[in-house]
């Protein structure tokens, strides 16, 4: 709900259990005043606390009050240049060469349903009660104006909003820095937790106390990145899982991000996210608008617990699209590890015939199977089959797989090309590459430069053709390498500033067409693993490669990070062969399957090459999936250990909506002699119902608050218990 107060000119907005409120200041300046736990009432600019602020300079129209400083407000979106010393919300060249931007209200609108954004991706409202509020700012001088979006999507506690940028003035103005969200606080004990980490080793999180000072994260490599993840969350100092104030902000973009918390001198805090402005340049002329993506945003007096419960709530039901979004995915196998490019379509076949027996659902034929790709040299970007590898093409492979019951996926990776193709041959200036410079290569391939409609353009064409040539249920698009060299020979000078956010508004223009043309084809996000795991991507691939690394014991920490803001139904979790090919561990095959069913749940191996137990093990691993994929995919998820501190075992459990049901999973990650007695508190059940464990009935009382007395396991064995109740 959307409250405004004339009187008070307060703007309220309501979700569930938070309250989000700014204030229209006698100068025009929108203040933010509260952000936390349902208000009724009340008017929270109260808390502001007028002092004379020494070095905090005072606006012309507060005349003699020193009391007044943009520098001591809390903002709603903060300008730059006039007074505010802290991190700006919008930067800007303006055409007299100043960078002066002073925002005041001009208007504001309340809508029923959730604002679209044209050609991003953003929540949308199907099915849940929500309201747009549109706040216009304007800096007079130079006719920029602002339109701030704010979604309330009141049933998941979630705040989200955008930022359109006007040039209502006579001059061109560049854009140089224009944050999704900007979010003050009077206050700022806290610690702040982001996603690090790098290649096979995404999402870690790092908590940090926060002092005095700006500290950011972000990525400049053009994808929203394997080191940092475009999340961020304050907490209370003393927040756990369970208890504690958080307040976190994700971006539903896939490009370059910066995420800033800056500690003041007054132990205040301000929280920005948005585009990085990283050689971020945007040239509005006259009467042209630019639109900043999506920030989404929760509160949680629960703990980290509840606020991720929100997010993967809201992100499974109103952020993925399409007929897969909420249905089970089929059960996968995919080649890439066991043959890497060395494959024909026998090969692929023997695989699928040996998966078909145990009840796998779909063949994915990864990496090679296109081009002259025998290796990963040559022949990105060529996108017709090869015929050596498939005589034929694809519709008999096809055919053939179907012929097992299975379905048919494929691998591609159309924003790529290598100078050993003949699309780099015919048109070298469509990868990016600046006038006079060599070309920086990574994985041996350039980047296409998806801001030309003709390069888009090639790859629909290609993408098309492909998908029609044959019965293709999946698509695995992944991206191997980070963008440099960033010139686009399809812009002028002034406009390359702009490269960035094009080359990724041309992906999700790709996405979207598919998406239209293809509603049934389900596509798994992908980028060298993880790389470009977002809330960007997940509006157009419900599913997303969580890591190339697939050794169960460094998934237990990629998973657990990954679930701080992405639902386990968004994580590719694959069981592979063993000793793992990055980590050279051997982990037990039912380890592996336990790992694997907490995300979308396949193989990435030869069956052909297991002993006859372990093929009893893989048929026993899908029925258990088949069984309960529901809850694991629908219902909440509790982290209930900490993989990154030395406990001795990482635990986790999915309980469904009704709570009459549960999976929970326990890996043993270290095994010490004479150990510790093995209890394990369950969360998240009813504890006034009754459940049956492995043929015992308990109270979700005793479960919750006594606990269950795990086996004494060896290290990386795992034990997993589906619970009904009685
Ligand atoms: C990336 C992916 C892998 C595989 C290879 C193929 O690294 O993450 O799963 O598809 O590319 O080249």
């Known amino acids: 709900m959307i409250q405004y107060d004339a009187e008070r000119r307060t703007l309220t907005l309501h979700t569930r259990s938070t309250s989000y409120q700014m204030k229209i200041d006698a100068t025009g300046v929108l203040l933010h005043t509260y952000y936390g736990e349902k208000l009724r009432k009340g008017d929270l600019s109260r808390l502001i606390c007028p002092e004379d ?6 606006p012309d129209e507060v005349g003699l009050d020193r009391t007044w400083s943009l520098d001591t407000q809390p903002q709603e979106y903060s300008s730059s240049g006039v007074g505010d010393f802290r991190q700006p919300a919008l930067e800007a060249d303006l055409a007299d060469g100043s960078h002066i931007v002073d925002l005041r209200y001009v208007g504001h609108t309340v809508a029923d349903g959730k604002y679209a954004l044209e050609g991003l991706p953003a929540f949308y409202d199907e099915g849940v009660a929500a309201q747009t509020l549109t706040v216009e700012l304007r800096d007079k001088c130079s006719g920029l104006t602002v339109e701030l979006l704010y979604g309330v999507l009141e049933e998941y506690d979630m705040i989200t909003r955008a930022v359109r ?16 969200a900007c979010l003050d606080f009077f206050t700022g004990d806290w610690d702040f937790i982001t996603l690090g980490g790098a290649y096979a080793r ?38 756990t899982e369970d208890t504690g104030c958080c307040w976190a902000m994700a971006l539903v973009y896939s490009g370059n991000f910066q995420a800033t918390v ?9 929280m920005t996210m948005g585009i990085h402005p990283f050689h971020f340049c945007w040239r509005l002329e006259p009467g042209e608008s630019f639109t900043a993506p999506e920030a989404a945003m929760v509160f949680s007096r629960q703990g980290l617990g509840h606020m991720s419960r929100m ?32 494959f024909d379509a026998d090969k692929i076949y023997s695989i699928a015939q040996a998966a078909s027996k145990v009840g796998v659902e779909m063949m994915v034929m990864d990496d090679g199977w296109f081009g002259q790709r025998n290796d990963d040299f040559g022949g990105l970007g060529d996108w017709n089959v090869n015929q050596e590898k498939l005589p034929g093409g694809l519709a008999p492979l096809a055919e053939r797989i179907k012929g097992l019951g299975m379905k048919f996926g494929i691998w591609v990776e159309p924003e790529m090309v290598n100078e050993n193709s003949d699309l780099y041959r015919a048109h070298p200036d469509w990868a990016f590459q ?40 999946y698509v695995k698009w992944d991206m191997n390498r980070s963008l440099t060299d960033v010139w686009s020979a399809g812009l002028p000078a002034e406009r390359q500033g702009e490269v960035y956010h094009r080359f990724v508004l041309g992906v999700y223009e790709i996405l979207e067409a598919l998406h239209q043309e293809f509603p049934q084809l389900l596509i798994e996000g992908c980028s060298g693993g993880g790389g470009r795991f977002d809330c960007g991507m997940l509006y157009y691939t419900p599913q997303i490669w969580c890591s190339d690394n697939t050794d169960a014991m460094d998934r237990l920490r990629i998973q657990y990070g990954t679930s701080y803001c992405y639902p386990c139904c968004t994580m590719g979790a694959h069981v592979s062969a063993v000793p793992n090919g990055l980590t050279h561990r051997s982990t037990p095959f039912h380890t592996r399957g336990v790992v694997a069913a907490a995300g979308t749940f396949g193989y990435e191996l ?31 998820y509790y982290r209930l250990t900490d993989p990154f501190r030395h406990e001795c075992f990482c635990a986790w459990m999915h309980v469904s909506p009704d709570r009459t049901r549960a999976v929970v999973s326990v890996v043993q990650t270290q095994r010490h002699a004479n150990p510790v007695r093995p209890l394990l508190r369950m969360k998240g059940l009813d504890p006034d119902k009754d459940y049956l464990v492995e043929g015992k009935v308990y109270g979700g009382d005793e479960l919750m608050y006594a606990g269950l007395a795990l086996p004494f396991l060896d290290e990386c064995q795992a034990v997993q218990y589906q619970i009904k109740e009685v």
Not at 262 to 270: A, D, G, M, S, V
């Open 262 to 270: 800056e500690h003041t001198q007054f132990h205040e805090t301000r």
């Open 606 to 636: 030869d069956l052909n090459e297991l002993s006859p137990e372990e093929l009893e093990e893989v048929a026993h691993q899908i029925a258990a999936f088949r069984n309960y994929w529901d809850v694991v995919m629908r219902g909440d």
């Open 53 to 58: 602020r020494g070095f905090s300079p005072n």
């Open 311 to 342: 997010f993967h709530r809201a992100i499974r039901l109103n952020l993925c699209r399409g007929p897969w979004k909420d249905a089970r995915r089929p059960i996968l196998i995919n080649n890439w590890e066991a043959t890497l490019f060395d």
């Open 434 to 473: 600046a006038p006079g410079r060599p070309v920086t290569r990574g994985r041996y391939q350039l980047v296409l430069d998806l801001t030309r409609a003709e390069v888009r353009q090639y790859i629909l064409d290609n993408l098309r053709t492909m998908l029609k040539s044959a019965d293709i249920s």
């Open 202 to 239: 995404e999402r870690e999180p790092v908590r940090t106390t926060l002092t005095q000072g700006v500290h950011t994260v972000g990525s400049v490599r053009g994808s929203s990145s394997h080191q940092q993840n475009p999340f961020l969350v304050l907490c209370d100092r003393d927040a």
């Open 165 to 180: 940028v006007r040039n209502d003035g006579a001059a061109p103005v560049q854009l140089t820095r224009v944050a999704s």
